[in-house]
Nanobody, 121 residues
Framework: QVQLVESGGGLVQAGGSLRLSCAASGNIVKINDMGWYRQAPGKERELVASISSGGSPDYTDSVKGRFAISRDNAKNMVYLQMNSLKSEDTAVYYC???????????????WGQGTQVTVSS
């Protein structure tokens, strides 16, 4: 069994920073792409940032220059450093990873339970 667990969410004032962490555990052979999604009340879930197994990142336009995604392949972890936070960043943030498990062909997307980020104005 594979699971992803996020941490680091909380309440922060506008202009502040938070660092989200996501740990993957279980019978993992390898992890390909990893990413962070978010979902605000009344809106659809959107991709915030993604990072390839080789470390190449991509960001949605609204967070470019403010957020930074990184990963530690040896520890099966992915991070999201969030700076200059705005009220519109308020959402539940979800970790996502494409993981190959032992005795499985290819990869399957796994999701964390989510962590709440609230930015007060």
């Amino acid at each position: 069994q594979v699971q992803l667990v996020e941490s680091g969410g909380g309440l922060v004032q506008a202009g502040g920073s938070l660092r989200l962490s996501c740990a993957a555990s279980g019978n993992i052979v390898k992890i390909n792409d990893m990413g962070w999604y978010r979902q605000a009340p009344g809106k659809e879930r959107e991709l915030v940032a993604s990072i390839s197994s080789g470390g190449s990142p991509d960001y949605t336009d609204s967070v470019k220059g403010r957020f930074a995604i990184s990963r530690d392949n040896a520890k099966n972890m992915v991070y999201l450093q969030m700076n200059s936070l705005k009220s519109e960043d308020t959402a539940v943030y979800y970790c996502n990873a494409a993981i190959q498990r032992w005795r499985m062909i290819g990869t399957v997307d796994y999701w964390g339970q989510g962590t709440q980020v609230t930015v007060s104005s």
